[in-house]
């Protein structure tokens, strides 16, 4: 059948290489401390923050939040600012020539914006038409998740997206568009519960190909 090819580890270093040369890389000041260090310095300044709040941290259920937080930015909510936590991808050699559109529609998106640190929440579709290879399906959800997995702007993260998916399946052939509710707009500042944010990145024959487009496009409404 088709040919496995391996994952390559050093592919999340790569695609931050790739992304700085794009234009579309993440502002990051690289950082000698392990993962222990940064939980630990993140948890005394939080617990500053929530002294400085006027909140008696020993209250047993308010004691261990600094830690809590620091264990959940570093683990969980920013884990994608670490190249090491890019997605296994496995893509396959097109041998059976599909040449058609692939599309995953309703991809979760939990991210945070940049600005504010509060959820960015909603959805990601993704197609590419294959070239040479074909990506293992959930590898497109990791991928999303990976880049969710950082502060962002929906913008950047809808770019860095398609980037990565052009750069392992070796096309343009990428589209990609998100849409989401970013809660600095809903729980704060103008407080509009009902507006969300459409972003997208359209390349090679999505662009360029009005059916190609128009069949992606008419595929989301339905
Ligand atoms: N383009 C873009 N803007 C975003 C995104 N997430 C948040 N923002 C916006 O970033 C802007 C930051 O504006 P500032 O004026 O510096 O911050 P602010 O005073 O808190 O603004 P308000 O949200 O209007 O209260 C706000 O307009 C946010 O809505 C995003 O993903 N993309
Ligand atoms: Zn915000």
């Known amino acids: ?129 294959p070239n040479g290879k074909v990506l293992g399906l959930s590898k497109i959800n990791r991928i999303v998740n990976y880049f969710s997995r950082r502060p962002q702007v929906q913008e950047r993260l809808n770019h860095q997206i398609f980037h990565a998916l052009s750069y392992i399946l070796d096309t343009q052939d990428v589209a990609v568009v998100i849409d989401a509710t970013h809660y600095c707009v809903k729980a704060r500042g103008v407080e509009d519960s009902s507006s969300h944010t459409y972003t997208s990145k359209l390349g090679g024959k999505f662009k360029s190909n009005p059916a190609t487009r128009s069949e992606f496009l008419s595929l989301l409404k339905n």
């Open 1 to 129: 059948m088709s040919t496995l090819q391996k994952n390559n580890p050093t592919l999340g270093l790569e695609l931050e290489e790739f992304l700085k040369q794009q234009g579309q890389n993440t502002p990051l000041k690289p950082s000698s401390m392990s993962d222990a260090q940064k939980i630990k310095k993140i948890a005394s300044h939080f617990k500053e923050i929530m002294e400085t709040l006027g909140l008696d941290l020993s209250d047993d259920s308010l004691h261990d939040s600094p830690n809590r937080v620091a264990k959940m930015y570093v683990n969980e909510l920013f884990c994608g600012l670490n190249p090491a936590h890019f997605p296994k991808c496995t893509t396959i050699d097109n041998k059976i020539n599909y040449d058609e559109m692939v599309l995953v529609r309703d991809i979760k998106v939990m991210s945070n914006c940049e600005h504010h640190f509060v959820t960015i929440d909603g959805f990601a579709h993704v197609a590419y038409i």
